[in-house]
DNA sequence: GGCTTCTCGTTGCGCTCGCAACTATCTACA
DNA sequence: TGTAGATAGTTGCGAGCGCAACGAGAAGCC
């Protein structure tokens, strides 16, 4: 069956390869500028914003990895380069001697104020600045009917 | 200066964290169905359609790496690996000694349709199913208006 | 209390891939 | 014809990260 059968339709096949091309070319650009400027990756720049952006600002190894699209295993080398930075630091927690947690440091918070400074700046140049207000609503929405693709949904983070 | 300015837009910025998102879950799933299938990644995948969308089914080293997302030295091993199972086969040009080729093998066709209907299916459960037909245009339409995403462009491949 | 099973974080290993440097070749210009 | 500069492809190296396996600890069940 189905020598030439349209299994994904013209338009779906075209956001998709659009999708990929998009995510590369911005990702390479402003994981270049971070690490240059700020030395620091995309994956450390969205821990550190998990770490903020809590209360308390302190997770779990697990909750981060969830919450970022790393593993667990990355998650640890991540934090361990973060604390080796001083961004970071661990602590053990009282009741459960398995967990471990990650919190941001006084230090780590400067700079990640600094990195954002430059990180907002970059997605504005390389992506919102070729939206209106209207159009990168209507992205997020329909981005957000991919499944995973919400925040809090738990697609591969917290996997293997 | 700008503690707290907005130097991009809530739904711009909840866009591309959900393009970031949705990229990763999608990404990781197609590559994991297409290798445990067929032994191939997705950019092995990418590369033998770039082949086979072109009359001759041939061509450069630099060309193909200027239509994927890859650099020149990332395609060199790209190729070795579809040299090696039998996909593609390197030629050499008469004009230009520098040159070299890369071809698609009958072989390498007959494996790219069988993947296509695995790597078709897929996109369509993780993706396109999410989307009516509409919705599918729109989103293509929004994307292609990132600068780089529309193939064609020359964002990073053909760099370095 | 023991036993099984689950979960947490870490580690060894391997893969992909970009960067910088290198060689070989082509092109331009004098 | 000689030489400088651009370009094609390859290679050494290293970063990032997933997978599978592991040890330590927790939780449920008898």
Known sequence: M??????VSGASLEAWQRLLRAHCVI???????L?????????????????RD??????????LSRRTM???????RLVQGLERDGLVERRSCDSDARVSYAALTPHGHEVLQAARETHH???????????T?????????????VPGALEGDVPCGGGA
């Open 54 to 63: 809590c209360e308390s600002e302190t997770l779990k190894m697990s909750e």
């Open 27 to 33: 990702a390479r650009e402003l994981d270049v500028e």
């Open 35 to 51: 690490q240059s400027v700020h030395g620091m990756t995309l994956s450390d720049y969205d821990t550190l914003v998990q770490l």
């Open 133 to 145: 207000e209207e159009e990168a609503a209507q992205l997020a929405a329909l981005l957000g009917q």
């Open 121 to 131: 700046a970059g997605i504005r140049r390389t992506f919102a600045d070729h939206f």
């Open 70 to 76: 790393l593993t667990r295993s990355g998650m640890t």
């Open 2 to 7: 189905s020598v030439d059968s349209e299994l």
